[in-house]
């Protein structure tokens, strides 16, 4: 369906800046199981558009996660409430964000006709640029970073409640400013957000501290099971549907779990395996130091950054880990493998 698209070519900030002002009706659109960086980029970009006079309209297959919910909902739709409406809405563009491929939309997907040109959004280093216009900075810490950029470039002053989101999108997706990829520019946005009025505090009382006695249950019996391999520079741990049950959570009371996998202090590349369905498992890889994890996902089929990425897997557990494990093996043992840090 999007076979004349011209992909594989980048688009800068003032192209895309150029496209937003050009077209009417916007679909804004991110992956399945939206985080912090996602929502956070489609609420921004919302009222960035909204200030252009446009007509834009998030939808997503996934409900509002309520551990985000320090952000407001209102104008969030689901498929199910797209399909309650009396007219459907025709989109002249797409703006996809977060997502390095299509498939990572789910059901969205199917929104897109031939004619509804893809503004692709994103900072994954494994983005295939699907889109008529590519606008992908592996260098930005965050979606949210580059929802700043068109702003700026657009001379749109950020508003208390575009500042709001922007800052959520930063702070989930680098770990609270420790992850690679937080630079000086991502430092100077966020002052520049506390300057104008944002109160980090209390957002980040609501993001981090308000696990559910579920959740903490959860990860206490996770952190008995974790497995180390490799002399200890391998840590990993697997999350099956039964514990989720057991102790009352649900898939997304699992964020941020990889991060305590990470934190041991011999681990150079951990991994979290979250059972979604009968032998499949939705994998999380973490990396510190100079690995790259976004190579062992795309060798499981998936992918996302140097230090972070994902894939989701199928089989049984056993034979699901030994894969991931081999996979690893391969990555460890090449001293080539690593890239000089930046
Ligand atoms: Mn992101």
Redesign the pocket.
């Known amino acids: 369906m999007t076979t004349k698209r011209k992909k594989n070519k980048l688009s800068s900030v003032a192209q895309v800046a150029k496209a937003l002002k050009k077209h009417k009706t916007f679909l804004l659109a991110a992956h399945i199981r939206p985080e912090g960086?996602s929502i956070g980029s489609l609420l921004a970009l919302k009222y960035l558009l909204g200030k252009l006079g446009k007509e834009p309209w998030i939808v997503s297959p996934d409900a509002f996660p309520k551990r985000l919910d320090v952000m407001p909902q209102n104008g969030w739709r689901t498929l199910e409430d797209m399909k309650q409406l009396a007219k459907q809405p025709r989109f002249d563009a797409c703006i996809v964000v977060?997502c390095p491929n299509m498939h990572r939309m789910g059901k969205l997907r199917e929104w897109i006709g031939p004619e509804t040109k893809i503004i692709n959004i994103d900072?994954h280093v494994s983005n295939i640029k699907f889109g008529d216009y590519n606008l992908v900075n592996d260098r930005a810490s965050?979606?949210g970073e580059i929802i700043y950029d068109l702003y700026k470039e657009l001379h749109v002053p950020v508003s208390k409640e575009a500042a709001l989101p922007i800052y959520v999108s930063i702070s989930t997706?680098t770990g609270s400013f420790r992850y690679s990829h937080t630079s000086a520019k991502t430092h100077r946005i966020i002052a520049e957000l506390i300057q104008s009025g944002l109160n980090s505090e209390s957002i980040n009382e609501r993001l981090y501290e308000r696990s559910s006695s579920h959740r903490v249950s959860l990860l206490s019996e996770i952190l008995r099971k974790i497995n180390i391999d490799f002399d200890g520079r391998v840590v990993w741990a697997v999350i099956t549907g039964k514990m989720m049950e057991k102790s009352g959570t649900v898939f997304e009371d699992t964020e941020g779990f990889v991060d305590y996998l990470r934190a041991v202090d011999s681990a150079e590349v951990s991994f979290m395996m979250i059972e979604t369905g009968r032998n499949k498992y939705q994998v999380s890889f973490r990396a510190k130091g100079r690995n790259d994890v976004n190579r062992i996902a795309e060798c499981l089929g998936g992918g996302g950054h140097r230090k972070s990425a994902g894939c989701t897997i199928e089989g049984n557990l056993s034979a699901a880990s030994q894969q991931i494990l081999s996979v690893i093996r391969k990555y460890l043992r090449k001293p080539t493998f690593s890239r000089p840090v930046r």
């Open positions: 960086d977060d900072h965050a979606c997706d």
